[in-house]
């Protein structure tokens, strides 16, 4: 079962301009969610986090919109740059003791063009 | 300087035969994490240790299996029962609030083919 479902699949943005990307989950008692920015050929690395006690979360050009009534959040890239062409994950888990599992979403290649 | 070490980067497996990747972490998590990714399948969760000598199944847990008797190493070993092992397999841990956060660091990967 997909408890973290991302769109689109893939997203083509000039330079310059706002990349959205979205995340659905299912499970109520997710209370941190976290994207994940992954290059060719490397491992993910946390880009932004947030948790349901606020409804959006900047940092430099990436911000995170959360919407709990709607079990939805979504990753805005402002400015995008060539240099942010890769692969994002949203993902979503029980934070409460910060060691349980993370459930992924499928995944968006970004591809920021000149 | 801390982090998650996989080994090796590439591995090649022949039909048949059973395959370990490493995993090691200085950064004193309690919980390590191994992670298939497929493409346009995203990361799936294959096993997960939230403390030494204790793991659990993830949702593709058939055809693997792991150890945890170090804190530190989470190997996992990739079976001859597992009919399509040709993926990027990655390592994660993470640490409880007092461990220093909830992020989770990811190893750069083993890219296993079976030849």
């Known amino acids: 079962q997909q408890q973290v479902k991302q769109s689109p699949q893939s997203l083509i943005v000039q330079k310059g301009g706002i990349s959205i990307i979205n995340c659905a989950y299912e499970?109520?008692?997710?209370?941190?969610f976290p994207w994940y920015q992954q290059f060719p050929g490397k491992g993910p690395a946390l880009l932004i986090a947030?948790?349901?006690?606020?409804s959006e979360k900047k940092e430099g050009r990436f911000t995170i919109s959360f919407n709990k009534s709607a079990k939805q959040f979504s990753l805005h890239i402002m400015d995008s740059q060539p240099g942010d062409s890769a692969t994002y994950f949203c993902?979503?888990?029980?934070?409460?003791?910060?060691?349980?599992?993370?459930?992924f979403g499928t995944g968006t290649r970004l591809t920021i063009i000149p | 300087d801390g982090g998650i070490t996989q080994s090796p980067k590439y591995l090649f497996r022949k039909e048949g035969q059973n395959v370990t990747l490493s995993c090691e972490q200085n950064?004193?998590?309690?919980?390590m994490y191994w992670y298939r990714q497929d493409p346009g399948q995203g990361l799936r969760l294959i096993y997960y240790?939230?403390?030494?000598?204790?793991?659990q199944k993830g949702d593709i847990a058939e055809g693997y299996s792991v150890s945890r008797e170090k804190k530190e190493s989470f190997p996992l070993t990739v079976t001859s029962a597992q009919k399509n092992p040709t993926a990027f397999y990655l390592c994660?841990?993470?640490?409880?609030?007092?461990?220093?956060?909830?992020?989770?660091?990811f190893g750069q990967g083993t890219r296993l083919t079976v030849v």
């Open positions: 950064l004193n998590h309690d919980a």
């Open positions: 947030i948790r349901p006690d606020v």
């Open positions: 993902a979503a888990s029980r934070g409460h003791f910060g060691n349980e599992k993370l459930t």
């Open positions: 240790s939230q403390i030494v000598n204790d793991f």
């Open positions: 994660a841990s993470r640490g409880a609030p007092g461990q220093g956060g909830t992020e989770a660091f």
């Open positions: 499970n109520t008692a997710f209370d941190y």
